[in-house]
């Protein structure tokens, strides 16, 4: 059964600062792997989407990289801001696309002012 | 911009009684999804639509909880009878088809008293 770990499950930073948010898989098999972010009571917020053939993606200050092979992702994030505050999730899905995505519990981030 | 629309937002509910989400994907959209979040946990999948066609229903507690997407389109999910454990969030979510990114709605929140 396929696990998602997301490392740390929080950070604090102050504003400005570039950041790494690190996600594994136990399974490599997977298509594709995606970021999402999550405000306090809301929905989920795609951020990047990454076909397993596809090494990172970016857009604006995010870039999402992955190592299938390791079974690890990052989404970096560039020169933080308070907007930037949220929890942010990993999830990944399987060939075939019948199992939906596996979710890990996610890194709930807050940026100082 | 399309978007995943959920109601109602928010939903208190007396255990043992009857509930109901529904969900409108984004226009076109084949691939619907139906998550359950516990708080300070990722999304977990109760059960995937291929248009009217249910491809996995693995996770779904089938001795209270149905799902049903008549037409292809908008779907509903409903609880009967609710126990306090069901209080989480409900996600809905969307996709064009299998293994593409995935959007997803504001959310249900269920409230069990």
């Known amino acids: 059964k396929q696990e998602v770990t997301q490392i740390p499950a929080a950070l604090s930073v102050p504003e400005g600062e570039n950041l790494v948010l690190n996600c594994s898989f136990t399974d490599s098999a997977i298509y594709n792997l995606q970021w999402f972010r999550q405000d306090p009571g809301k929905g989920l917020t795609s951020l990047l989407l990454i076909q397993s053939s596809q090494r990172e993606q970016t857009s604006g200050r995010l870039n999402a990289s992955l190592d299938k092979s390791s079974g690890r992702s990052t989404l970096y994030i560039a020169a933080s801001q308070p907007g930037d505050s949220a929890t942010y999730l990993c999830?990944?899905?399987?060939?075939?696309?019948?199992?939906?995505?596996?979710f890990g519990k996610g890194t709930h981030l807050i940026i100082q002012p | 911009e399309a978007e995943v629309a959920q109601s109602p937002r928010y939903k208190i509910t007396e255990k043992s009684q009857a509930v109901a989400f529904w969900c409108d994907p984004i226009?076109?959209?084949?691939?619907l999804y139906w998550y359950r979040q516990i708080l300070g946990q990722g999304p977990e999948l109760l059960v995937q639509f291929q248009d009217e066609s249910v491809v996995d229903d693995s996770q779904l507690p089938k001795d209270r909880f149905s799902a049903e997407r008549l037409k292809g389109v908008d779907s509903t999910l409903k609880i009967q009878p609710a126990e306090l454990g069901d209080s989480a969030m409900y996600l809905c979510a969307s996709s064009p088809r299998m293994n593409t990114e995935a959007f997803f709605g504001q959310g249900t929140r269920l409230t069990v008293v």
């Open positions: 226009s076109g959209h084949a691939t």
């Open positions: 999830a990944v899905e399987v060939g075939g696309g019948a199992d939906g995505l596996t």
